[in-house]
Nanobody, 126 residues
Framework: QVQLVESGGGLVQAGDSLRLSCASSARTFSSYTMGWFRQAPGKEREFVAAIRWTGGSTFYADSVKGRFTISRDNAKNTVYLQMNSLKPEDTAVYYC???????????????????WGQGTQVTVSS
């Protein structure tokens, strides 16, 4: 089992920054590719960013490319999502996730992720 706990959400104004954190209980955290997803009210959960277990590869949704940065600190069993130049349309509950298999490539599809955190709310006012 991989337990994930997100933190760092909040209410900010457009143009502000936030850093989300996702802490894992897994002793093998360093071997898991990790993803961030978000879900706005009335919408499906969508892919935001992912980082390969090696840390050497990252991938972003077009809507956040150039504004968000995903990173990981394996010594702290934590993955981060730095969000800059936030927009009202970034308002959502943000989730981190891990797939069932270790040493996975980058995964975009939410159904391929097995382990999910409880989510953290990000609200961006205009």
């Amino acid at each position: 089992q991989v337990q994930l706990v997100e933190s760092g959400g909040g209410l900010v104004q457009a143009g502000d920054s936030l850093r989300l954190s996702c802490a894992s209980s897994a002793r093998t955290f360093s071997s898991y590719t990790m993803g961030w997803f978000r879900q706005a009210p009335g919408k499906e959960r969508e892919f935001v960013a992912a980082i390969r277990w090696t840390g050497g590869s990252t991938f972003y949704a077009d809507s956040v490319k150039g504004r968000f940065t995903i990173s990981r600190d394996n010594a702290k069993n934590t993955v981060y999502l730095q969000m800059n130049s936030l927009k009202p349309e970034d308002t959502a509950v943000y989730y981190c996730a891990a797939p069932e298999a270790r040493a996975s490539p980058i995964i975009f599809f939410r159904h391929s992720y097995k382990y999910w955190g409880q989510g953290t709310q990000v609200t961006v006012s205009s």
